[in-house]
C-alpha cells in the first residue's frame, strides 16, 4: 500500500479560490461559508475548512468570527472593525452579484485536476488492495493503521471503511477497526456491472444532448500529455479526473454520487505493469473521446462499457 501522492481535495480548493480571488470573481469584503463551499465542490466540510485555515493562514482570507470569512482587502479589515464591535454579529450576506461558486467550480474542472473527496479515494486503495490480496481475507485493519499507510486524517478512513462494508468487503468491529471479508468473482462482477451501466450512461446522456466536453477534453489531452513524459503517477489522477469529468457533465448528482463511491482506480491484473495498462487506458479513452466529439451516443456507450468490462477482466486475473 503506497502514499496518497496526489493533491487533496483541500489543495484544489486552495488553488480555485485563489484563481477566483485574482481573476476578481472573488471581491474583497465577499463573505465565503463552509456549507456553501462543500456544498458547490462536492466535498464534505473538512476539505473546506481546512483550505481556508490555509488561505487565513497567508493572508488571502480574513477571519471575523468562527463562523464568517471574507476575502481580503480594505472592505474585509473594514467588516472586521465593526463585527469586532457587535456582541452578536449580524450574517453579511451575499448580494446577487456576489460569489459565483458554480463558476469557480466550473474552473476548478476545467483548468485544475479535480480529484474524488478522501473517503473515497481511501475506499479506491483498499478495494484495489482487497482485490490484489495485499489485505487477505480475515485480516484485521484500524483506522489508525490505515490513516498512517494512506497520509490522511482518520475521519476519510472511518468514512471509507463504511462505504465497503456496504458493498461487503469489510466487516466493522467497535474498536475503530475492521475485518477484510472474503471476495469472489461474482461480487467482482457485481461490482463492474454496475459500473459498466451507470458510466456509459453518463457518457451517453452528454454526447445524445449535445452537452459541454471542454473540460473532459482538456483533462484528456493532459493525460496524454502525462503518459508521454512517463509520468505514471500523473496519469492515475488524471485517468480518475477523466472519468469524473464525464459524470459531472452528465449533470446527474446520484449518478455521480454512486460512482464516486464506486470507484477503484486502474484495475491492472498482476502480471500488467501500471505503465502497459495505462496505455491500455489511454487509447481506449481515446476512442471514446473521438466517439464523443462527434457526439455519438450509442458508440459512446458501448465503448465506455467495453472500457469497463474489459477492467474487470483484468482485475479477474488477480483471483486464484
Given at each position: 500500500m503506497v502514499k496518497m501522492t496526489n493533491k487533496t481535495a483541500s489543495d484544489l480548493i486552495v488553488?480555485?479560490?485563489?484563481?477566483?480571488?485574482?481573476?476578481?470573481?472573488?471581491?474583497?469584503?465577499?463573505?465565503?461559508?463552509?456549507?456553501?463551499?462543500?456544498?458547490?465542490?462536492?466535498?464534505?466540510?473538512?476539505?473546506?475548512?481546512?483550505?481556508?485555515?490555509?488561505l487565513i493562514a497567508e493572508g488571502s482570507l480574513t477571519k471575523m468570527t468562527n463562523r464568517h470569512i471574507c476575502v481580503a482587502g480594505k472592505k474585509a479589515d473594514q467588516k472586521a472593525k465593526t463585527t469586532n464591535n457587535i456582541k452578536k454579529p449580524?450574517?453579511?450576506?451575499?448580494s446577487k452579484n456576489g460569489t459565483d461558486?458554480?463558476?469557480?467550480?466550473?474552473?476548478?474542472?476545467?483548468?485544475?485536476?479535480?480529484?474524488?473527496?478522501?473517503?473515497?479515494?481511501?475506499?479506491?486503495?483498499l478495494r484495489k488492495d482487497i482485490w490484489s490480496?495485499?489485505?487477505?481475507?480475515?485480516?484485521?485493519?484500524?483506522?489508525?493503521?490505515?490513516?498512517?499507510?494512506?497520509?490522511?486524517?482518520?475521519?476519510?478512513?472511518?468514512?471509507?471503511?463504511?462505504?465497503?462494508?456496504?458493498?461487503?468487503?469489510?466487516?466493522?468491529r467497535h474498536n475503530k477497526a475492521a475485518v477484510v471479508l472474503g471476495i469472489n468473482k461474482q461480487l467482482i462482477k457485481d461490482h463492474y456491472e454496475l459500473r459498466a451501466l451507470l458510466e456509459s450512461e453518463a457518457i451517453g446522456i452528454v454526447a445524445e444532448k449535445h452537452r459541454n466536453?471542454?473540460?473532459?477534453?482538456?483533462?484528456?489531452?493532459?493525460?496524454?500529455?502525462?503518459l508521454a513524459e512517463h509520468k505514471y503517477a500523473e496519469y492515475k489522477?488524471?485517468?480518475?479526473?477523466?472519468?469524473?469529468?464525464?459524470?459531472?457533465?452528465?449533470?446527474?448528482?446520484?449518478?455521480?454520487?454512486?460512482?464516486?463511491?464506486?470507484?477503484?482506480?486502474?484495475?491492472?491484473?498482476?502480471?500488467?505493469?501500471?505503465?502497459?495498462?495505462?496505455?491500455?487506458?489511454?487509447?481506449?479513452?481515446?476512442q471514446i473521446m473521438k466517439a464523443l466529439r462527434k457526439y455519438d451516443g450509442?458508440?459512446?456507450?458501448?465503448?465506455?462499457?467495453?472500457?469497463?468490462?474489459?477492467s474487470m477482466k483484468s482485475i479477474m486475473t488477480n483471483l486464484k
Open positions: 488553488e480555485s479560490l485563489l484563481k477566483a480571488i485574482k481573476n476578481k470573481k472573488l471581491l474583497p469584503g465577499q463573505e465565503l461559508t463552509q456549507e456553501k463551499l462543500a456544498e458547490e465542490f462536492g466535498v464534505s466540510r473538512m476539505p473546506v475548512r481546512d483550505a481556508l485555515k490555509t449580524k450574517i453579511i450576506k451575499t461558486y458554480k463558476a469557480i467550480t466550473e474552473n476548478m474542472t476545467r483548468n485544475k485536476l479535480q480529484l474524488l473527496p478522501a473517503r473515497e479515494q481511501v475506499a479506491a486503495i490480496g495485499k489485505l487477505q481475507e480475515g485480516q484485521l485493519i484500524t483506522l489508525e493503521e490505515i490513516a498512517g499507510m494512506v497520509g490522511v486524517s482518520s475521519m476519510p478512513v472511518r468514512e471509507a471503511f463504511q462505504i465497503l462494508q456496504t458493498e461487503g468487503f469489510l466487516e466493522l466536453i471542454d473540460g473532459i477534453n482538456a483533462v484528456f489531452e493532459e493525460a496524454k500529455k502525462s489522477a488524471y485517468n480518475q479526473s477523466w472519468h469524473m469529468a464525464i459524470w459531472q457533465a452528465a449533470g446527474n448528482t446520484s449518478m455521480t454520487r454512486v460512482l464516486s463511491n464506486l470507484w477503484n482506480g486502474l484495475s491492472q491484473g498482476y502480471k500488467m505493469t501500471e505503465q502497459d495498462y495505462a496505455k491500455i487506458s489511454i487509447t481506449e479513452h481515446e450509442p458508440k459512446c456507450r458501448k465503448l465506455m462499457r467495453h472500457h469497463i468490462v474489459r
